[in-house]
Nanobody, 118 residues
Framework: VQLQASGGGLVQAGGSLTLSCLAS????????MGWYRQPPGKEREFVAA???????TYADSVRGRFAISRDFAKNTVDLQMNNLKPEDTGIYYCNYAAVVGLNWSEFWGQGTLVTVSS
């Protein structure tokens, strides 16, 4: 699975950005696509995910401000980010997780930088 993310950039606090990720290659039956981020000087953290059954999960820090959506026909996942805060700054990574054989496997995109200025 190859992931291509786009849509990062510089935005003022309170603004909005939309990240998009396209998955190509093999598509596994049981999978989830989502986003993680790595703030400067910190560990990578979960942001949001959408399973192929439709279940959606958000980190507490973004719930109510971010919205994740998938287009299953196009194999894309978008992250609409509203009311951005400086603490949302970081490199955002697209993630594809699936059961491959008997194992849970994860695939990562190259990352896209989001910078929120105060």
């Amino acid at each position: 699975v190859q992931l291509q993310a786009s849509g990062g950039g510089l935005v003022q606090a309170g603004g909005s950005l939309t990240l998009s990720c396209l998955a190509s290659g093999r598509n596994y039956t049981n999978n989830a696509m989502g986003w993680y981020r790595q703030p400067p000087g910190k560990e990578r953290e979960f942001v949001a995910a959408c399973a192929n059954g439709g279940g959606i999960t958000y980190a507490d820090s973004v719930r109510g401000r971010f919205a994740i959506s998938r287009d299953f026909a196009k194999n894309t996942v978008d992250l609409q980010m509203n009311n951005l805060k400086p603490e949302d700054t970081g490199i955002y990574y697209c993630n594809y997780a699936a059961v491959v054989g008997l194992n849970w496997s994860e695939f990562w995109g190259q990352g896209t930088l989001v910078t929120v200025s105060s």
